[in-house]
């Protein structure tokens, strides 16, 4: 049985980044660009202003000198030339124009009828933003594989490109599994559970950037799990839940097995989430998540995720382990990690790690209040209020400002 760790080797090492595709622009946002994109000209493409202010010419700048202001250079209009023995009133991202190699911002500058005087001394190339000091022509603006931000995306505009290539998301199908499960909205009566797997799993892969088909449910009959699974199979990554452990009626593997989908693993050295199997049919990867909505949610964080993250072109996928302050006792059982569900708070110098409430999977109300997952480690069984722990993120929020507005 791998480790969690090994699991997420496995998993990625059958994983392939997907082929690419134009998308606008204002789509590209958190997906991975698939091609270089180089600066198209110098940027900025000419000298201008960094201020409201002065051009003036920085040698005739004497202590004692008087400029007479013979016009206005505003952004986007023509240069008006600079004679000597004068200044022209300049806005911020104007041309600087022949015959001025500096700017005198206005609250340096004193004005008297048409002159201006300047209170400071005035240095070559002052406050002028020079042709490429940001980027020069042909220098490597995006490289393939970075991540499309605003930042990004405000760069790939300024080179006056509307597409840009990236990475495909990857198609994913999901199914749930079990003959109790009703749809989410019908009649709940005993012995009844909503599917809250399927929606729970749907959203957190469209989180990721995913675009998601839901297959609904498979029965516990053969028949309808070779209908579903068929179906699911022809996604770049099929996701099922529940129907992995060994109940008479569980039967994802038996199906998986039938369709020639052969498991790397059937079962991870985790807890939550043992009885998680994973396989690969062509090029579909295929993950068999626990019943137990809490235990597939963890497994999706902590395996799905990486996934589908390196499929978009990702390369740093695996959630990333902040360091956080036991704040009780624990114990666990020796030989396996055990993912808590931790709330965490930042107390103005670290983040301290409270359980997040009762740890048994069928509570899902402590995972409504947990920010994160400590990983307690495998060689250990007892933990001690004080000691540090790392615990993968589940929410932004604790990096946030802890009062509420
Ligand atoms: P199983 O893996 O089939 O033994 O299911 C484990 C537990 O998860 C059982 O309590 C199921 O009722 C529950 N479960 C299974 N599938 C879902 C689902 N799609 N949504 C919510 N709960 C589920
Ligand atoms: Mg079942």
Redesign the pocket.
């Known amino acids: 049985m791998p480790t969690l760790e090994e699991a997420r080797q496995i998993i990625l090492g059958h994983t392939r980044t997907l082929g690419t595709e134009l998308v606008d622009l204002i789509d590209s946002m958190n997906r991975v660009a698939a091609e270089e994109i180089l600066a198209p000209w110098d940027m900025p493409q000419c000298d201008n202003s960094a201020m409201d202010g002065f051009a003036v010419q920085s040698s005739d700048c004497t202590p004692e000198a008087r400029f007479r202001v013979t016009g206005l250079i505003a952004a986007g209009a023509p240069v008006i030339p600079v004679e000597p023995g004068c200044a022209v009133k300049i806005m911020t991202g104007a041309l600087i124009p022949p015959g001025a190699d500096a700017v005198v911002p206005f609250e340096n500058a004193r004005m008297q009828g048409e002159y201006v005087e300047f209170k400071t001394p005035v240095k070559f190339h002052q406050y002028v933003r020079l042709a490429g000091s940001d980027l020069r022509r042909d220098e490597l603006m995006i490289p393939v594989g970075a991540v499309i931000h605003a930042p990004e995306i405000s760069a790939i505009a300024s080179a006056s490109r509307t597409h840009v290539s990236v990475f495909r998301r990857p198609r994913i199908t999901i199914l749930?599994?079990?003959n109790?499960?009703v749809e989410v909205g019908e009649l709940v009566t005993p012995g009844k559970?909503?599917?809250?797997?399927?929606v729970s799993l749907a959203a957190m892969a469209k989180e990721c950037g995913a675009s998601v088909q839901m297959l609904g449910i498979a029965r516990d009959t053969v028949e309808s799990h070779i209908e579903k699974m068929t179906a699911g199979l022809q996604a770049d990554i099929f996701i099922t839940?529940?129907?992995?452990?060994v109940?008479e009626r569980?039967l994802v593997r038996e199906v998986l097995a039938d369709l020639g989908v052969p498991l790397e693993f059937h079962s991870v050295d985790i807890g939550p989430g043992r009885?998680t199997s994973f396989g690969v049919k062509d090029h579909c990867l295929v993950f068999c998540l626990?019943?137990?909505?809490v235990a597939s949610m963890i497994i999706f964080t902590e395996l799905v995720r990486p996934a589908i993250l390196k499929a978009m072109g990702y390369r740093r996928v695996v959630p990333v382990a902040v360091r956080a302050i036991l704040q009780e006792n624990t114990s666990k059982r020796l030989g396996r990690i055990k993912l808590l569900r931790v709330r965490l708070e930042f107390n103005g110098d670290s983040l301290l790690a409270f359980s997040a409430g009762e740890q048994a999977t069928g509570i899902l109300k402590t995972s409504l209040r947990a920010d994160g997952l400590a990983l307690l480690p495998a060689a250990r069984s007892s933990f001690s209020a004080g000691e540090e722990v790392e615990v993968h993120l589940l929410s932004n929020n604790v990096l946030m400002q802890q009062e509420e507005i």
């Open positions: 749930s599994t079990g109790e499960l559970v909503v599917d809250s797997n399927g839940s529940a129907g992995v452990s109940g569980d009885p626990p019943g137990n909505p």
